[in-house]
């Protein structure tokens, strides 16, 4: 397992609940899978569960054909083979308990915790049971990072916004020149820099020039590309993560260009609008962590969508405010979102997080992105420690 029994039994308590029933079939539950340290390509052809009391020891239960699905794990065991026998069992199994954890969210306002299917939902509810999600259980044991990850986060965090800045710089040399220079080039680029700095990442960065940057998930192509000119406001968003190690977390920022010595006016308050809503959001998490009250994800969004609402542009903000941040570019914590989902759960020490608004006109878009770490202490920090405060200019 991933954490020990007592560690989770810890945070059943603090939950208030009387245990996690974990659920495993085939590859229909990564959660359940990770926590008990087993592949998610694994060969589990019959269901099989474990349950995790708050108090006491664990239980499994798992199909005679398959007895070994679950051996690794400590706890006592049994075995059903109908159906009709795996209904009884599964009964025994929860024993007394009223109200268990589960991978299930309520309404599927939070869908990347809701792998459990209606029917076991129904089934188990059937024994007079409660089910309250696992959410907060996953938050914690799949999105706090250890001192080493927050460490590997900084390290690459640094290094990106110092790969991104030299995109910007190449198209300004090349077009200083006179030398063409395209959307899919300076993608090539930061891919070779990652490659030279032992960086993987799970997709190609996006770079966008005017009207692609108002796609938020534009990727160039070669050939389907656009090319620099004078007078064009630059989108670049890279993630990526150190390579030697499959512990490391991600780092994930936008930053934005403009290829002028000054903004034009229309894009300049559609940037400072991001910009400060940004930041509000920000704001919120560190005085929320500096009176030592929580601070929800949905929240966070909210305090972020309010000004650019306000100011009009409402429509043209389609995405949530942000993400949890892990050894994956989108992690199983809680996200920064009260559009696309609602976020319930608190934003905890040791964890990270984007905070990102966009705002996409027709004739350009912008998007202004920090990485925020709670850190051990309780401190609200963007990780890089930079926050771009203006579009960069480039005299050309």
């Known amino acids: 397992m991933t954490h020990s029994i007592e560690t989770i039994q810890d945070h059943l308590k603090r939950l208030n609940v009387d245990g996690w029933l974990l659920y495993v079939w085939r590859d229909r539950n990564p959660t359940a899978l990770a926590t008990l340290g087993m592949p998610l390509d694994g060969h589990i052809s019959r269901r099989a569960f474990y349950f995790i009391p708050t108090e006491g020891e664990p239980r499994k239960l798992h199909h005679a054909i398959e007895p070994h699905t679950l051996e690794h794990l400590p706890g006592s065991e049994d075995r059903y083979l109908s159906y009709q026998s795996l209904h009884e069992k599964l009964k025994t199994l929860i024993g007394g308990a009223k109200k268990i954890a589960m991978e299930y969210s309520p309404n599927a306002l939070i869908p990347t915790v809701a792998w459990v299917d209606a029917g076991t939902i129904e089934l188990v509810r059937s024994f007079g049971v409660e089910v309250v999600s696992s959410a907060e259980l996953i938050q914690q044991f799949e999105a706090v990072l250890s001192d080493a990850q927050i460490e590997s986060h900084l ?56 009207a692609h940057a108002s796609d938020p998930h534009y990727s160039p192509e070669l050939g ?70 929580a601070v929800y994800g949905w929240e966070v969004d909210d305090a972020v969508r ?11 903000f389609i995405h949530r405010t942000g993400h949890s941040i892990t050894t994956v570019t989108h992690g199983n ?18 964890t990270l997080f984007s905070i990102e608004p966009g705002i996409y006109l027709p004739e350009f878009g912008v998007r202004t992105e920090n990485d925020v770490l709670i850190t051990p202490d309780k401190r609200v920090i963007v990780a890089d420690g930079c926050d771009q405060e203006d579009v960069f200019t480039f005299q050309v």
Request: aromatic share 8%; proline share 6%.
């Open 155 to 210: 390290r690459s965090a640094v290094l990106i916004r110092d790969i991104a800045r030299e995109g910007f710089e190449y198209i300004h040399a090349k077009l200083i020149t006179g030398e063409d220079v395209r959307e899919y080039e300076v993608q090539q680029l930061i891919m070779r820099r990652f490659e030279e700095n032992h960086m993987i990442t799970e997709h190609p960065p996006i770079v966008a020039a005017n």
């Open 306 to 316: 309010e000004p650019i609402v306000a100011a009009g542009y409402g429509d043209y």
């Open 333 to 350: 914590g809680a996200n920064i979102d009260n559009l696309e989902t609602k976020e319930l759960r608190p934003l905890i020490p040791r």
């Open 224 to 293: 389907k590309d656009a090319a620099f000119a004078p007078g064009d406001l630059v989108l670049i968003d890279l993630w990526a993560s150190e390579g030697d190690d499959p512990l490391s977390v991600v780092a994930d920022e936008t930053w934005m260009g403009y290829m002028g010595p000054t903004v034009p006016d229309k894009m300049q308050e559609v940037w400072q609008l991001a910009r400060d809503a940004r930041r509000a959001g920000f704001n919120l998490v560190k005085s929320r962590y500096e009176q030592g009250q």
